[in-house]
């Protein structure tokens, strides 16, 4: 055999189909408990589909909250649709589960980083703290807030 097994990819692929599996298990049941995710996906991705205004807003990567609204959740084999409320503002979106770069529960610790040959590697990691405090703060109408974890990187 003169190839290596690509462990790299073959452990993404994992990782995308557990993601996948509770988002079925969400559309299908609801978020159970306390459980909440903070998903963080490549807004450049050719296949990501998202508000004009949200693109130019997050021209690099955006983190989006499923907490304690959201709706139309429909969950396919490459990706899944959403729609959230930005400042009481449904928006629908479609990520696909290759552009996704990080997946957090913090309501049981558990998180999921896809790392790519670009990215750097002194990342300083965002603690579950930090993002339990992003998600508790309110959205007022008409100032939407994001938050993305480059204000949490080091320089």
């Known amino acids: 055999m003169s190839q290596d097994i690509d462990y790299g990819n073959l452990m993404h ?3 995308r ?3 996948k599996t509770v988002l079925t298990d969400v559309a299908e049941t609801g978020l159970p408990g306390a459980h909440h995710f903070f998903i963080t996906f490549d807004t450049g991705h050719p296949d990501v589909e998202i508000a004009d205004w949200l ?21 396919t084999d490459i990706g899944f649709a959403i729609t959230l409320n930005f400042g009481d503002a449904p928006e629908p979106l479609y990520v696909p589960y290759d552009s996704i770069k ?21 990342v300083e990691d ?20 994001i938050v993305s974890l480059d204000s949490f990187r080091k320089s």
């Open 102 to 122: 990080t997946f957090v529960d913090p309501s049981v610790e558990f998180g999921l980083r896809f790392e790519t040959a670009e990215d750097d590697d002194d």
């Open 17 to 19: 189909g557990l993601i």
């Open 55 to 75: 693109s130019d807003r997050y021209p690099g990567e955006m983190t989006i909250v499923m907490q304690h609204w959201f709706e139309n959740l429909v969950v």
């Open 13 to 15: 692929s994992a990782m």
């Open 126 to 145: 965002t603690s579950i703290e930090q993002l339990e405090e992003i998600a508790a703060e309110p959205i007022e109408k008409g100032d939407a807030e």
